[in-house]
């Protein structure tokens, strides 16, 4: 059973560019979230997938989109980028069940820097 | 609305001593709840959770926590902390049907020898 990976692990950016970062989920999970951690502080959650469709948003802008392929992989993309965005970019990947008890695993994660 | 507290954004204690990371939560319906733990430069390691049944879970590297729903708390202990508890811990819950978790600011654990 392979993890959550997510790629790449360190990027830098400037202001106003866009990014994308990816993750694959875990083998046999159906549902992806991505949180954003600033340093010092908890996950914020900015949306999740389930069967390629956003299932809930954060309070993010909508420079903020993502996209869920059939495989359940996914990619977070951030356009406009601003020097708030820097923080370490969390995904976690779930297997969404009928009671509400799903369980999110996480990749390690991906510290975007914005200068 | 779901929220997490977490009770001391540092803590202490000495190899071998006790670890008690407290976590408060508000929910408007029954919750499920979570400890991860973050390791410097990591993602975030799921310890336990609680969704129904046993109010006191067992989690990974010898940490449980006892769901306490007079008291809202969600507090996690272990009985004899190791260096290698160092770390972040987080509390998070579980908030509604669209599955998010809402997560405290964390604790960070700090084991002197």
């Known amino acids: 059973e392979t993890g959550v990976t997510q790629s790449p692990t360190h990027l830098i950016k400037t202001r106003g560019q866009q990014v994308t970062l990816r993750c694959s989920s875990q083998?046999?999970?159906?549902?992806v979230s991505w949180y954003q951690q600033a340093l010092g502080q908890g996950p914020q959650f900015i949306f999740q997938?389930?069967?390629?469709?956003?299932?809930g948003r954060g309070n993010f802008p909508p420079r903020f989109s993502g996209l869920q392929f059939p495989n359940y992989s996914s990619e977070l993309n951030v356009n406009a980028l601003e020097l708030d965005d820097s923080a370490l970019y969390l995904c976690?990947?779930?297997?969404?069940?009928?009671?509400?008890?799903?369980?999110?695993?996480f990749g390690p994660g991906t510290r975007l820097t914005v200068l | 609305a779901q929220s997490v507290t977490q009770l001391g954004s540092h803590v202490s204690v000495s190899e071998g001593a006790l670890v008690l990371l407290r976590c408060n939560y508000s929910s408007s319906v029954p919750p499920y709840l979570f400890w991860y733990v973050q390791y410097p430069n990591q993602g975030l390691q799921l310890l336990l959770k609680?969704?129904?049944?046993a109010t006191l879970v067992k989690g990974i590297n010898g940490f449980e926590a006892e769901f306490k729903k007079s008291e809202t708390s969600f507090h996690l202990t272990k009985p004899s902390a190791h260096m290698s508890d160092a770390a972040e811990y987080f509390c998070a819950v579980n908030a509604g049907n669209n599955r998010k978790l809402i997560w405290g600011l964390g604790t960070s654990l700090a084991v002197n020898p």
């Open positions: 997938y389930y069967r390629e469709e956003e299932n």
């Open positions: 609680y969704t129904t049944g």
């Open positions: 976690a990947s779930s297997l969404r069940t009928s009671a509400n008890t799903d369980t999110q695993y």
């Open positions: 083998s046999g999970h159906n549902t």
